[in-house]
T-cell receptor, first 114, second 114 residues
């Protein structure tokens, strides 16, 4: 099983709402990632979790709050977003760093902030 | 800092033809990995092929092969006998050994024409 799942597929939220994105993998991977992707652009790394601990935060605004409850789950909590935060949010997982471990991507959550 | 450059924003080829996508990168590191990722219109990113920098032999995966020129810092992807399902955005990517962070190029949008 090489699947990374993400829910929901689509999300529309107002600027005052609080919502969460969910990502799950059952490949035994110990590194999980959040990316933001704008149309026709490459993914931009937001956060990396390694062994359930936050290892990289790419200076992401605090309105995005990641959480890794266990080795299979990754959440991204959203609060007070701006319209420019509308994008495709991709989750990925891999075996931990130190080797040539490729990242497996989920299908993404299409987020629209109104 | 490492950079990845894809000089072809968009390409179109006829079905069954062979097509080559270009990628160059810049790094001062000796140990690293290179990847080609494919993102079809359905948006799920999948790994096409990977190359370890310490390996001289070019990686191949069925109809996909790379031409890895380490001294020239070049990593092109060749798709043989192209199929309609190869229509996608292709991202060249670099990862330093021991790192979790992938550096993506800007992508090449490939259209396979019937």
């Amino acid at each position: 099983d090489t699947e990374v799942t993400q829910t929901p597929k689509h999300l529309v939220m107002g600027m005052t709402n609080k919502k969460s994105l969910k990502c799950e993998q059952h490949m035994g991977h110990r590194a999980m990632y959040w990316y933001k992707q704008k149309a026709k652009k490459p993914p931009e790394l937001m956060f990396v979790y390694s062994y359930e601990k936050l290892s990289i935060n790419e200076s992401v605004p605090s309105r995005f709050s990641p959480e890794c409850p266990n080795s299979s789950l990754l959440n991204l909590h959203l609060h007070a977003l701006q319209p420019e935060d509308s994008a495709l949010y991709l989750c990925a997982s891999s075996q931990v760093s130190g080797g040539s471990y490729e990242q497996y991507f989920g299908p993404g959550t299409r987020l629209t902030v109104t | 800092a490492q950079t990845v450059t894809q000089s072809q924003p968009e390409m179109s080829v006829q079905e069954a033809e062979t097509v080559t996508l270009s990628c160059t990168y810049d790094t001062s590191e000796n140990n690293y990995y290179l990847f080609w990722y494919k993102q079809p219109p359905s948006r799920q990113m999948i790994l096409v092929i990977r190359q370890e920098a310490y390996k001289q032999q070019n990686a191949t995966e069925n109809r996909f092969s790379v031409n890895f020129q380490k001294a020239a810092k070049s990593f092109s992807l060749k798709i043989s006998d192209s199929q309609l399902g190869d229509t996608a955005m292709y991202f060249c990517a670099f990862m330093e050994w021991g790192d979790d962070k992938i550096i993506f190029g800007k992508g090449t949008r490939l259209h396979i024409l019937p």
